[in-house]
């Protein structure tokens, strides 16, 4: 191999141009990656580009796509260690490289010990500008969110990293429909009120606040992950929330122990099947209060309740929830979507939606966003 | 990380179950790979699985994908040195993974360093066998063949691998198609008389019976790059020639002229554009030859001369040659086939086919080979 | 022209074997076709078919298409008079065709004269017979349903009956992907509670219990549209909603005065654009009450409010809707689903659906459906 | 019905502005159109519009379609006898309607008694201009160029002109495709040598010259058939020629003999399956012999021989043939051109191309045309 003479190291914080995706705690010296679709964007104007990652975890390794000029070129899996990991080389010098880096897999709750930082970048040209896009659209979610299932032959059952994906997403197509940035929040198996398995723990809502509050450990502590969420430093346009399908799934799974505790929690179905009514309650309650919350903290963004990609049993309550809202607060900039439901054809692994399945609900949630952005809604 | 105590190291030459796809020169310790599409095919049934690699070269560097029962979950530059690359990890042990390591990018005449060898696997489960797939199918062609533009932007122009893919590409697909072995024989700019440029040293049947002999330099010789290639030890059911775009584009290009000999060579045109008859009649004695060879060389098989994704200004030479060859041969199995024709839709970057273009062609060729093999023609 | 001298002459009440699809007073001699999708379907073992039909309209013709085996082969405006219409001739005397006589024009309430009969068959053959599909289902609706603009170019802005179709239409095509007959009762620009004009006659409850009862004039008495409809005769498995589009346009149009007594209605928006809580309340309870009378009247019947094709600015409406009936019925059988929204690609003539959208609501209703039918939800 | 009393006559002669596409011997009282695709256009600022026609046959009917804006809105069959058909009715006065009126049949060679013609127009507005398109097409085929089977179930078997498109064909979608008129010359059955059953007298070149020639009658004598066709008055850029595929047939089906004179004719295949050189040669002969005539008969046209809906064993021979035309006349102008070859999927009845394998020859073949029109080839 030929050295590349011309490489010169630049440690992230001192490169003024880098635009960052996804929540972090600021710091740049390293910076950490916590949520799927999180990563780092380029104008490079330069021949050959590397980065350098710090990696570790005990069971759920983070895997990374590498997009040039808005293709997705390179996808691999990051072992444990701190090296190198080649961008691009061999490129006309003269040419501004759009680059982006991103995390390809959700931040692992389950995994104290998995973590993603990006220490420095070599290369041999100059940093340009990344301009913002016209939109922010922050969303939130669960599996489907996660992009579970969304690479992988319908077969494959193991619960890995290597099934997920950020780019193959209904996220990053609908932003990429909208010419948005856009920022992921979201987590496999979890829900408003509990988790798929009953789990009360299990919700999104008592983590929104923080830059990454699902997580555990000190190492997360240390990187800042548990800090308030500043808000006031990216504030989307829209917000979409996909969550309900795990509420919809506890109704159908035993109930929950709290091994502490010994508490125990369960969404309870009547002798005919349908949901019981103080449940259903519950989860509208903690719907309602999850809209309050949002509204809080993103006063400029139309909140969009979206959902439907593996049933639709829990629409009726989101609509009440949506309702007591409005209702309560006279708050007009939140309605409901319903996305197309994932069909055999368009599955993926794991019985979750393919690529096939999140391209047809970004088409259809971006058509309906661009109408409330052209303020036709 | 929690290292994983049961992994075991295999030199490939000691695994009895591996299927080797592409030219060899038979040594297995290690492996080298020359052609696009070469690589290694396991059932591994075992949890988590390691490979071994060893990588030089002096501008282009090789690239591989991994599939995992059949969809392509990775794909990774591999920079220079000796390596482990992790497959997969973390998976069911107690299950059969058909996974396949693929060299995305051609072989490199154009850099004598370039290498890619595998050394060694690290497994902690069992290596059940590999049956052949029921037909064998050999590729031969340039650029098209070898993926060049089947990956990255229209925009894109630079000539580095990372724009080459042997997975989203008209061979692999139409080998899918046909539950098919295959092998490709491939190089950009190069074809049947000359090169593009006018070359007559950039043909492929001077190289055709060596195992990789387009390449030069010492490394490549260890490796036996330019034995001859034992044909008796893999005999397809049909190849199909891919070649000629080249020899077209040579009309356009300015004559050649070789820097050690001051001979020149130039494919021309008439005073109206058309190409001049002598020269055309060189490029039919030469398609006609590599019948021939091809005859000699693979008995059993229906050779197709399939040709047009970048235009088909020579097909009227190729079915003359083709005529030429069946009557002074009495061979009635090789037949020609139009390709379709790349438009701004399906292109891809570097103004060559796209995914969508490989596909199109893919759905046309496999068609036609599957009525073939039916014999049906 | 030869004459086939084996025809023979049937009134359509002397034959065994026809399948009268859509709505009608019982009477055959003849067949007063009203609803868009209504006609006869016929297993003809013969070589030659005829229908008489008789037809009058001061300004709206019908239309018919003619489906052979399940395809439509024939598609024609009807003029005015009482005359033949060939079928089908010169076809394999021994060969049984599966023949479909379909009206392509929902009823015209706004034409007193427009009226299509069918009086008699002319046939070589022999009738054989017309098993029932497994499954029934009816669609309620307006335009939409009606397949308003589904045939057209986009640029078409006549309110004509050419531009209707009942084929290229979701009624017909979820009807085929079930495997259902199929009946529609349907009308443009009426809704639940007023039409999209804020006219409150303009309302399909108020009419849904006779066999056509929004037709007027002396014709259509005779024929029979204003007798009680025999719900016992055609029971559905499940019953489409597709209405609430014209009541949302309601709150966009002027207020509507009755030219009889001056009284005046119109549903408002607030000063922020919103609806008034009073006025969408008036819907809810009409649909509301309007699911009480298809319960009533179908009582095996899954209700399906289905609605979104031009926007659902109504949804969370019509999700109250169905959340009263439910609670203050306990009825369970009974669900909402968003139909997927037109979009520029799928438009049709007069800026309604063209036949992709129609395809594309298909394609998920009638999954949804296949769901409820297997007992999945 | 109400009578719309500023509809007056228009005999097809004092119209200024119509425009005449396909073959006529000239004479417009009434006009005789013969071959598929053949009708009239106007652009027509009315509100109401009739045709009258004037129909006979002894077994195959002609059919009709109507395309208003360019779409299709109505076919339908036109039984024996003269008659007005009504085009449209009730619409906007003030707008201009481009209407065509399309034969959607082949000239039958079969029924001497055959035939359609346009006496009469109503109309109650003013006939505007049609301009001519930029280029001019001339299609010249078989029974896939007659859109044989491009309609109806894959079950049909009957030769019946219900399962013949003019619009839901090749010729029309590639003319729209390239935006140009267009006109067909083809026979179901026929070849340039022989037939698909041997018969030498089945063959287009010989008719080629005259009106409509293959038809035969008194009839159709006196309509101006059998006319020499006045080249002059219509000049296309473009002749595509689709023959080759009854004249490959040939070589399956058995001899034909002449009822007349006891003579037998055979195109031959060897014991190996091959087909015998010197029936072969006859085929280049009578290939090379028509494109002899075209080109005299068309001067400015780029000639194609376009070929491969239903398989491709006749290419090398119609390689030849154009090698050997070019060869001998130095004529450049001429290529070949392989059309995707019908599947399984885009079959239609008659196992015959259907509509979505015509639209995707269409799509090929108007990109090829494309670049030739662009001076590219």
Redesign the interface.
């Known amino acids: 191999?030929?050295d590349n003479k011309k490489l010169r190291m630049y440690a992230l914080s001192e490169i003024e141009h880098v635009k960052i995706h996804g929540r972090t705690a600021g710091n740049r010296s390293p910076l950490a990656l916590f949520w799927t679709g999180s990563g780092i964007e380029l104008n490079a104007k330069g021949s050959e580009l590397w980065v350098e990652v710090e990696v570790?975890?005990?069971?759920?390794?983070p895997w990374i796509s590498i997009l040039?000029?808005?293709?997705p070129?390179?996808?691999?899996?990051l072992?444990?260690g701190r090296y190198w990991v080649?961008v691009?080389?061999?490129?006309?010098e003269n040419k501004i490289k759009n680059v982006r880096i991103v995390k390809d897999v959700q931040a692992m709750s389950g995994d104290t010990?998995c973590v993603l930082k990006i220490h420095t970048l070599k290369f041999d040209g100059v940093f340009m500008p990344v301009p913002d896009k016209p939109y922010k659209v922050e969303f939130i979610g669960d599996s489907i969110t996660s992009g579970e299932g969304a690479?992988?032959?319908k077969?494959?059952?193991?619960w890995?990293?290597?099934w997920f994906s950020a780019v193959h997403n209904y996220t990053a197509m609908t932003a990429a429909a909208l010419n948005a940035d856009y920022r992921v929040i979201s987590q496999s198996g979890w829900g408003v009120l509990t988790g798929w398995d009953n789990n009360p723990h299990s919700n999104i809502p008592d983590y929104y606040e923080q830059v990454c509050g699902l997580l555990a450990g000190e190492n997360n502590k240390a990187l800042g992950a548990f800090e308030e969420h500043d808000f006031a430093s990216w504030q989307p346009d829209v917000v979409v929330v996909n969550l309900g399908t795990n509420d919809g799934g506890a109704f159908n799974s035993p109930e929950w122990s709290d091994p502490a505790t010994g508490e125990t929690h369960k969404q309870r179905r009547n002798e005919?099947?349908?949901y019981r009514e103080e449940d259903l309650e519950a989860f509208v309650q903690a719907a309602c209060a999850f809209l309050v919350k949002l509204r809080r903290n993103n006063p400029k963004a139309h909140i969009i309740w979206a959902y439907?990609m593996l049933?639709?049993?829990m629409?009726?309550a989101i609509?009440?929830a949506?309702?007591l809202y409005m209702k309560s607060t006279g708050d007009?900039r939140v309605s409901?979507?319903?996305l197309?439901?994932m069909?055999e054809e368009t599955a993926g692994s794991r019985t979750h939606p393919g690529a096939m399945a999140h391209e047809h609900a970004a088409k259809?949630l971006s058509?309906?966003i661009k109408?409330i952005l052209a303020s036709k809604?």
Chains 1, 2, 3, 4 share one sequence.
């Open positions: 191999m030929k570790d975890y005990r069971m759920y390794e040039v000029n808005s293709v070129v390179s996808r691999q899996m072992t444990a080649c691009f080389r061999g490129m006309d010990d690479i992988g032959a077969t494959e059952e193991d890995i990293p290597m005919d099947g349908s439907g049933g639709i049993p629409m009726p609509y009440c949506v309702d007009q409901v979507f319903q197309p439901n069909t259809e058509g309906y109408d809604i």
